[in-house]
Structures are given as C-alpha cells and as structure tokens.
C-alpha cells in the first residue's frame, strides 16, 4: 500500500521560510514524478511544482524564483523549500506522485499540510 505523509507546515510571517517534506513508502519511489499541489479555501488545487524522474522540474510562475522542489530518492523523500512567503501562498499543500505505464497510471496523493502565511 502506497503512502505519503507530508510534514513541515504550519503559521508563519510573510517573507519567511518554511521547508515541506513528503515521505513516501510501499513503491519504488524514484520511478514516479514527485509533485506539490496547493488548494486555498474556495479555489481549486493547482500545481505548484514537479520534478521527474530524471530531475526535470517544473515550477508555477507564482512561486519561480522563491520555492525550490528536490527529491532524494535514498529516502524516499520529496522536498519543497518555499522562501519569501507571502499571505497568497496559504493554502493546504499536498505531495502527489505519479508513472504511467502502457497499461494504467499510478496516481497518489498525501493528506496534506497546511501553510498559513501571516500578513
């Protein structure tokens, strides 16, 4: 059985750093793309980053410049440093990851952590 747990989040003032981790058990971690979404109250889930497995990434244009995705694929861990925070940066973030086959795709999300950003 695939997990994700993620930690590292909670209250934090605006221009501050909080660092996000995601790990994962019960799959052989450094096949799938690593990813973080986010969802504010009332909006829908939106990526935030990802990184593949050969350490392509891909970042919003909201957080270029300012969060870094890595992976370390030894601990079957994700990360998210997020620095210069701001208040539209709150939100709960999820850890997801993803590989598609010939034959289906696998799709796994955490439960997610809240990053709330104080003005």
């Known amino acids: 059985q695939v997990q994700l747990v993620e930690s590292g989040g909670g209250l934090v003032q605006a221009g501050g750093s909080l660092r996000l981790s995601c790990a994962a058990s019960?799959?052989?971690?450094?096949?799938?793309?690593m990813g973080w979404y986010r969802q504010a109250p009332g909006k829908q889930r939106e990526l935030v980053a990802t990184i593949t497995t050969g350490g392509s990434i891909n970042y919003a244009d909201s957080v270029k410049g300012r969060f870094t995705i890595s992976r370390d694929n030894a601990k079957n861990t994700v990360y998210l440093q997020m620095n210069r925070l701001t208040p539209e940066d709150t939100a709960f973030y999820y850890c997801n990851i993803k590989r598609t086959t010939w034959a289906r795709t696998y799709d796994y999300w955490g439960q997610g952590t809240q990053v709330t950003v104080s003005s």
């Open positions: 019960g799959t052989i971690f450094s096949s799938y793309t």
